[in-house]
């Protein structure tokens, strides 16, 4: 696969008084996130939201897209002295994609399906928006699979001659069947046998609203409610739902924020 942009993979110890014992590791850019610490009896909020913290300190916080370039990070100390960490993101390009070929239903949805969609639409929002006490959002990603790139996050598609919404996932082309390995440890939190856009969808959530969501499966190996490990088999390459081929669509959220999973694993494969 080609080289993508380097990471910042920042690793920034404030050790200033206003920022003593923040440290902030990760992807300064659109698309990315940070994980973080602070000191013990620290409150950290983020986009007024206020962020659920580990047990020694640890969190994580993500940059959609589109993201604003400016952001900022609110610390309550245990002293009830309110600081503000500003961060300044990457400003990314991406790529036109156009793909054609696609069903004409699937382009253009009856009454019927659409309603179909809607609901499909809330079960995926609700996975992603839990905010459990998981803490696997912190250890190291790996890889679901090995394949070749055939689609990257943030490309704006268009199908068949339509411009469509911008792809929020990595495509890894695969043949059906392929073995695909949970890239973190986590809870099933969504598991559904075919929805009308990814076919079938498995979500597992990784803790403090971080999840993972795999598209177009031929198999589903666990079940919702189930804790898996690292490396463990979940699912099977397939075709199902609106494609042209067999490919795993490999997606991250922070809640509604979708991330680019490249940047939460090493460049190459």
């Not at 990457?90 to 309603?115: E, H, L, V, W």
């Not at 943030?154 to 073995?179: C, F, K, M, V």
């Amino acid at each position: 696969m080609k080289k993508i942009l380097p990471l910042l993979c920042l690793a920034l110890l404030f050790g200033s008084t206003a920022f003593a014992g923040l440290i902030l590791n990760g992807e300064l850019s659109q698309g990315g996130f940070l994980r973080g610490q602070v000191p013990v009896g620290t409150q950290v909020f983020f986009q007024e939201k206020h962020l659920r913290l580990t047990a020694e300190g640890q969190f994580i916080i993500g940059f959609g897209r589109d993201a604003a370039t400016q952001q900022t990070l609110v610390l309550i100390g245990a002293d009830g002295q309110r600081r503000i960490k500003p961060l300044h993101l990457r400003q990314r390009q991406y790529k036109i994609q156009r793909i054609d070929g696609i069903r004409s239903n699937m382009m253009a949805p009856n009454a019927t399906d659409r309603q179909r969609i809607a609901v499909e639409a809330q079960l995926v929002a609700a996975a992603r928006q839990r905010d459990s006490k998981l803490p696997f959002f912190y250890q190291p990603f790996a890889w679901p699979l090995k394949g070749r790139i055939s689609g990257v996050y943030g490309s704006q598609r268009i199908l068949n001659g339509e411009p469509r919404r911008p792809h929020y996932g990595l495509d890894i082309a695969a043949p059906t069947g392929t073995p695909v390995l949970s890239p973190a440890a986590g809870r099933v939190s969504l598991s559904h046998e075919g929805m009308f856009f990814s076919g079938k969808t498995l979500i597992i959530d990784h803790g403090h609203g971080l999840s993972s969501s795999f598209l177009h499966l031929s198999e589903i190996l666990v079940k919702e409610g189930e804790s898996v490990k690292k490396g463990q088999p979940i699912a099977r390459v397939g075709a199902t739902g609106r494609v042209t081929g067999p490919h795993l669509d490999w997606r991250i959220n922070w809640f509604d924020q979708r991330l680019d999973p490249q940047l939460l694993v090493k460049a190459r494969q």
